[in-house]
C-alpha cells in the first residue's frame, strides 16, 4: 500500500533519532542522503508522475547538497 511505502520510508531515515546513532551511522546516513541528491533518486520517478510539485528543484536540491555535504565533514571530524 502506499501507507506502508511511505512508512518505510520514513524509518529508513528518522530524523529525531539522528543525532541518537552512533557516529559512524549517523555518517553512513548522510552519505545515503549525498548518494540520492547525486544520483537525483529522491524522490522516485513513480512519486514525481503521481506528485509533480514533489519534484526537488535543482536549488533545493544545491542546498540540500550543501547541507549534506556541512554535515558530513562535522561528524568525520568528531570520529576518532
Known sequence: SPEGR???AKNKLN???LTTLDMAT?????EAIQKVLREGTMPPKGMIERNPDMKISDEESAKLEK???KLHRKIS???P
Open 67 to 69: 547541507w549534506a555535504n
Open 15 to 17: 530524523w529525531d533519532e
Open 77 to 79: 571530524r568528531k570520529m
Open 26 to 30: 549517523q555518517l553512513q546516513k548522510v
Open 6 to 8: 511511505s512508512q518505510k
